[in-house]
């Protein structure tokens, strides 16, 4: 069921706050528990499908051939540099000036305001943490202990890898777990060329990325009404077959079949709702976004997945008599210790020969290189790890035949030899927690909705540019070492933000005066508040998070269903 405008029901078992990834993850599973269930999304709505308006257009049937005009970049700067953003996919991007922020330090935030959030525009590399990643603060000394570990989360990555549909081969590498994968994408004839010497020259792993495509449609998937991926390389406009996960296509349609779920949209959470006298949460204050009504709903438990600096945002808004400086903030942690994943460098080269193989489809995945950075021990002159991306491709025209006209019997001859082969490389390195990367309320300036902006004063330290140096020696060593030439590498030195992967400001620990959140993702001084989307995390990692993410959220919707059946209540 979905709803815009008034409700009739104001109580519920359960609230979600945002649609995304781990949003939708909490209602499919409160919702399988029983759970009569609400998500609070502040965006528009977007059904699986009828809400695509792009998803087949060729490039052809569209103005500027799907570029945005320059005056539309020139009003929306930040946006227009987020990764996948033109005008096939504009409409699921904020526009730069409907959500404004606080920039103390530069950082580009890039949000997708609708139900779905950015489920319908993420990147779907979901590889597993190992366990040496949730081990590595404590050994090697920063940040702080993570209260769980790789066992704790390993069934619920299964639980997850299962029903989206996760691609990936079986390794047996010790920072890169295997999961329940289906079939893998193939490496090409470079990319095979690159497996090779890695493994042999220096010991490194080259591997077919663990991604969030659907290659062979199970029985669970059909009954998601999913099927398997097209490759039509269109993902972010919104995939009409479900080849990809998202919660539009996934987890909210399969929660609104049990009868438990109520969505509704253009709602913007203003705060949680403290009582004194059960010391829980009782409800959350919503603004309706288009008629600014004030509207309160009750529930006996309340997931936070606003995305992290939402979710951190809304904890810090979120005062009372209790709690005057946001819900659960007695120690001043709420809003420290935000990361972010180090996007900076690349490099691309060429390399002559292969020229008689090419490949089948332009695959939707990359392919990646795993952490080999201070694994068990510190080896490198910075702490923490990294991993790379990486792919390997011909290019469409054959040097010799380059020429000016893109159309017509010249082009189309051209096409038909295509020219050297290329391969790149990119880094996806960790940041180290630090409090004075933070985000804090703004004391003057409020939103159109009447809510305070968001400060974010976060950075690069040291560490950051010590990794992203050894990151573009050891890339250059390796095509080296596979015979590449013309060898280009590039620091952008972008800013933080563009890497969409902010994480912390609510972290997990095991110490209420270091941490916001016990084991099972837990507000620690008020047990029924759940923060299960990026803010909870104690470290950044190397990995991409999204499918974590979704782990720790089922893990602790489950233990919230288990509580409320035992003892009525979330103890």
């Known amino acids: 069921m979905r709803t815009i405008g008034r409700m009739t029901a104001t109580h519920y078992d359960a609230i979600v706050i945002g649609s995304g990834i781990s949003g939708g993850w909490a209602a499919k599973e409160l919702c399988d528990r029983g759970l009569k269930t609400l998500v609070l999304e502040r965006g528009r709505d977007v059904q699986h499908i009828k809400d695509y308006p792009t998803m087949s ?27 996948g953003y033109d005008a096939t996919t504009k409409q ?7 959500h404004p922020y606080v920039q103390e330090k ?33 050994r090697l000394g920063y940040g702080i202990p993570w209260p769980i570990g790789y066992d704790d989360v390993a069934p619920w990555y299964s639980h997850v890898e299962k029903f989206i549909g996760v691609c990936g081969t079986h390794e047996g590498i010790a920072t890169l777990p295997d999961g329940d994968y289906l079939p893998a994408y193939d490496l090409n004839t470079v990319e095979q060329h690159l497996r090779r010497v890695l493994k042999d020259k220096f010991g490194r792993h080259y591997v077919s990325g663990r991604w969030a495509h659907i290659t062979d449609a199970q029985e669970i998937h059909r009954q998601q009404g999913r099927a398997t991926c097209q490759n039509r390389n269109l993902c972010m406009r919104g995939c009409p077959f479900g080849g990809y996960f998202s919660s539009n296509a996934s987890t909210l349609p399969w929660a609104q079949k049990t009868g438990n779920l109520t969505v509704r949209p253009f709602s913007v959470v203003h705060s949680i709702l403290y009582d004194d006298a059960t010391k829980q949460a009782s409800g959350v204050k919503v603004i309706d976004a288009n008629t600014h009504e004030e509207l309160v709903f ?70 990646i290189i795993p952490n080999f950075r201070n694994v068990g021990k510190q080896d490198a002159d910075f702490l923490g790890g990294y991993v790379i991306f990486s792919g390997a491709s011909r290019r469409l025209i054959d040097d010799n035949d380059a020429h000016d006209e893109t159309i017509g019997a010249k082009y189309k001859q051209a096409i038909s030899k295509p020219g050297k082969w290329t391969a790149y490389m990119y ?3 960790e940041t180290l927690p630090d409090a004075a990367n933070h985000v804090r309320l703004s004391p003057d300036k409020k939103d159109q909705w009447g809510i305070p902006q968001l400060v974010i004063s976060v950075g690069y330290d040291d560490n950051a540019e010590r990794m992203v140096q050894d990151f573009l020696r050891e890339g250059r060593r390796m095509f080296n070492a596979a015979g590449f030439t013309n060898i280009s590498t590039n620091d952008n030195h972008w800013p933080p933000g563009l890497d969409i992967h902010e994480m912390g400001g609510a972290r997990m620990g095991s110490d209420p005066k270091t941490s916001m959140l016990n084991a099972h993702n837990q507000m620690h001084l008020c047990r029924n508040v759940f923060v299960t989307d990026g803010a909870c995390m104690t470290s950044t990692g190397s990995q991409s998070p999204s499918i974590l993410y979704m782990a720790l959220t089922a893990r602790a919707a489950n233990h919230a269903a288990d509580q409320l059946k035992k003892h009525g209540r979330i103890v």
């Open 57 to 83: 257009l060729r490039r052809w049937d569209m103005d500027l051939r799907g570029d945005n005009p320059r005056s539309w970049s020139e009003a929306n700067p930040l946006i227009s540099r987020a990764a």
């Open 92 to 98: 699921f991007f904020v526009e730069d000036a409907d």
């Open 106 to 138: 530069p950082f580009l935030w890039v949000r997708g305001y609708q139900v779905g959030g950015k489920s319908l525009i993420w990147g779907r590399a979901c590889a597993r943490w190992s366990p040496m990643d949730f081990e590595a603060p404590k």
């Open 298 to 367: 009750k529930a006996r438990v309340i997931f936070v997945n606003a995305s992290a600096l939402n979710s951190t945002l809304i904890l810090l808004n979120s005062t009372s008599q209790r709690f005057p400086n946001g819900l659960g903030n007695d120690h001043g942690v709420l809003g420290k210790y935000v990361g972010f994943h180090n996007y900076r460098a690349g490099m691309g080269a060429e390399i002559e020969g292969f020229e008689d193989s090419y490949y089948e489809v332009y695959k939707p995945a990359e392919n």
């Open 427 to 429: 880094m996806q390195g």
